[in-house]
């Protein structure tokens, strides 16, 4: 009788947790409504009321958002907004393929390492090892050091090319050589070294589009098959292709990409060869796939394409605190620690996040060359779920300032020998402009104390002796120094 009460007692308990855990429809649907209508800018001011997804799409210019949202190791949900194609009046589903742009490492980085795994590569081998349709160019630059495929995948491999602008429809496209080689019509330059290899993480497509190379010369087949064979389709990615531009999906189905001012690219989207860097068309519920699976590997649970020992590897950072192979580490507050990576290619903008633990995450793709929303996004999902550490928001409180002291900050100052910050008064509005950015308004929490309302960065101005404006200090991961030029 004792045992009976007891399993009795335990099995009212198990109820209770599962009941707990689960969520009715109309519960969830409220969930999204209150992520639809909370929209937190980075930095909030007394000012700024609750704001919408439609609204701040229209702010924006944005015409296409496509989100998902990861919960205990489940897609809890997933929405598409406004249109695919806002001429056409196509609108955003689930299915609805985007440009992942630079997420596209991330898979790559399954890819690469399943190859490990298997033994066919070694990780820490010198890349010419497997190289054989092109060979890097070692130089003196490398110091005689060898670049090994886990420096393309943490970016630590001292490589030049950031990233890539894509092909027009209609132009001739390269060959992945001929990107390497920076041989016409690759319109970007040859990837060689710019240091030694090891020495510091520096983001490089290049390096990445190197990795692309070593797969399809190990493993004879084109890029787009094997990713498609070995990672895609185990994972259950199964609307996803590398293939460029894509075949055998439906035109409806592929996001046009707009520019800044709610324009389209014109060929609606640009062809990119560097596959493994730039070139994964997907959406956020087959990328959840990819961070539940990610998730779960982690914890022995799965090992759809890659085990435990295997994640963990690709989940450590190489060299710095936050690059690891294909993802960046982010540790945040009270030690949680999310896997993520974001992407911009021509007319498209896109950012996921997965937990280290708790089977959490989030995943935000938009068909603009704006993102900013995306932070709004991730900001309310992170505060509807309670998600540590992913809403960034920060309060910032705006105060009034003479125009007369204002006019005193105005002028150049140098951060560097080949980058200045100008600052310049409008109306009663301050604004400041690094070289090569754009524009934007300095808002003044203190007489000599100014804040960004996109990003987090704040600018004091500093006087001498005599009152005169000397400096400014920039705070931006940490502080930088801007001597006043005359």
Not at 5 to 30: D, G, H, M, R, Y
Not at 294 to 305: G, I, N, Y
Not at 372 to 380: A, L, Q, R, T
């Amino acid at each position: 009788m004792k045992t009976f009460t007891i399993l009795l007692a335990c099995t009212f308990l198990f109820f209770i947790k599962t009941n707990a855990v689960a969520q009715s429809p109309s519960e969830i649907n409220e969930k999204i409504q209150r992520v639809e209508k909370n929209l937190i800018p980075n930095i909030q001011t007394e000012n700024d009321g609750p704001m919408t997804m439609q609204d701040r799409m229209a702010f924006y210019k944005v015409h296409g958002v496509s989100v998902a949202v990861i919960h205990n190791y489940k897609l809890e949900w997933a929405k598409g907004y406004g249109y695919a194609d806002d001429s056409l009046k196509i609108p955003v589903t689930t299915q609805t393929l985007f440009q992942a742009a630079s997420i596209s490492k991330s898979l790559n980085s399954v890819g690469v390492l399943k190859l490990v795994q298997d033994k066919k590569i070694d990780l820490y081998a010198d890349i010419n090892t497997y190289l054989t349709s092109w060979k890097f160019p070692y130089d003196s630059l490398s110091k005689n050091k060898k670049i090994t495929v886990a420096n393309l995948l943490s970016h630590t491999g001292g490589l030049t090319v950031h990233g890539f602008g894509g092909y027009a429809i209609g132009k001739e496209i390269p060959t992945i050589e001929q990107i390497l080689g920076g041989k016409k019509p690759a319109n970007s330059p040859a990837v060689h070294s710019m240091y030694e290899p090891g020495i510091k993480s520096e983001y490089s497509g290049g390096g990445i589009t190197i990795s692309q190379l070593i797969v399809m010369d190990i493993t004879h087949e084109p890029y787009d098959k094997f990713m498609y064979n070995n990672v895609l389709k185990p994972l259950g990615m199964t609307g996803s292709t590398y293939t460029q531009p894509p075949t055998g999906v439906k035109s409806e189905l592929l996001a046009t990409a707009y520019r800044y001012n709610g324009k389209a690219l014109p060929g609606k989207y640009h062809i990119y060869p560097e596959q493994a860097a730039a070139g994964l068309w997907t959406n956020p519920t087959d990328l959840s796939k990819y961070i539940i699976e990610t998730q779960l590997a982690l914890q022995d649970k799965s090992h759809k394409v890659i085990n435990q020992q295997t994640t963990k590897l690709r989940l450590t950072p190489y060299l710095n605190k936050n690059a690891a192979l294909g993802v960046f580490i982010d540790s945040l507050q009270d030690g949680v620690k999310y896997f993520e990576h974001g992407g911009a290619n021509e007319g498209f903008r896109c950012q996921y996040f997965g937990s280290m633990e708790g089977g959490n995450g989030v995943v935000v793709m938009v068909n603009s060359d704006n993102g900013d929303i995306m932070n709004e996004i991730v900001n309310s999902v992170a505060k509807v779920y309670g998600f540590k550490g992913l809403n960034r928001s920060k309060f910032r409180k705006e105060i009034a300032v003479a125009d007369t002291i204002l006019q005193k900050y105005t002028g150049k100052y140098e951060i560097s020998p080949k980058l200045t910050f100008a600052v310049t008064l409008e109306g009663s509005k301050l604004y400041g402009q690094p070289t090569g950015q754009q524009k934007q308004q300095l808002l003044p929490e203190s007489q000599n104390k100014f804040f960004l309302k996109k990003i987090d960065v704040e600018v004091e101005f500093v006087k001498d002796d005599k009152g005169e404006i000397v400096k400014a200090i920039l705070y931006e991961n940490g502080t930088h120094d801007a001597k006043r030029l005359k």
